[in-house]
Structure formats: C-alpha cells, structure tokens
C-alpha cells in the first residue's frame, strides 16, 4: 500500500507532490532544494552549506520513517553548475560515509527558487526495519 509521508522537519512541498512516499519498504524522497524548514527560505548562499542543508532535509525524511543515510541505495543529484561538483562532494561524502549509494550527477539550466543544488534520493528498509513496522 502506497505511503504518503510528511514532516514538518523538511520543507514543505511546493508543488504537487510528496515530500515521500513509501512502497513496500522503499521509499521515494523527492527533490530537496536547500529550503530551511524553520525559515521556510534558502538561508545558504554558497554550494557547501546548501548540500548541507538539503542532507538534513533528506535525513530528517528518512528518519521520519526510520530509516537513515546508509538506507540509501540511490541518489541524483542536480547542479545549477557542475563547476560545483567537487564542494557538493565533500560535503555529500561527510553523509555516506561507508557503502554509498548509487548516484548519478547532472548539471541542469534552473532549480527551484534558484537553488544550486538539489538531491533526491531512494531508500530501502531492511527485512527487520520492516517486521517492527507492520
């Protein structure tokens, strides 16, 4: 059964869509633009601070549905500029730090509210994380 999932830990959806949604243990996090849920705007300017403000958004996501980074078994990252590439990665490598997922990068023409960067990601549970839930 499809799982519509929200939390008020991550930015609200400005469109359309689901911040996630679960399905048979997977779950499906949406684009995150680097939106400080507590301001409700960007609040990060340069490329390092706003891969880090889209990781939190993801992670409290994941954990809103008990699961975590190392539950992550694929993620496509957006760049406003692949120029970018490199600071996004150091930050991104601070989160999956053993096992990362699988990633495909790819530079874009716009993000949402002029974001430079922007991740969406899939999460799997494991058997057991899936027995204490049902």
């Known amino acids: 059964m499809k799982k519509i999932i929200t939390t008020d830990k991550a930015p609200k959806a400005i469109g359309p869509y689901s911040q996630a949604v679960e ?66 990665n150091e930050v991104y490598s601070k989160y999956f730090t053993t096992d990362p997922p699988a990633r495909s990068t790819v530079q874009v023409s716009g993000l949402p509210l002029g974001a430079l960067v922007e991740i969406e990601s899939v999460a799997v549970r494991s058997f057991i994380q899936k027995q204490s839930r049902t």
């Not at 490329?47 to 889209?54: A, D, K, L, R, Y």
């Not at 809103?64 to 496509?76: L, M, P, R």
């Open 23 to 88: 399905m048979n243990g997977t779950v499906y996090v949406s684009g995150q633009v680097p939106v400080n849920p507590s301001k409700g705007q960007i609040d990060q300017f340069d490329i390092s601070g706003q891969t880090e403000q889209v990781l939190k958004n993801i992670g409290n996501i994941l954990k809103s549905e008990g699961c975590t980074y190392s539950d992550v078994v694929k993620t496509t990252v957006f760049l406003s500029d692949l120029a970018n590439f490199n600071a996004m």
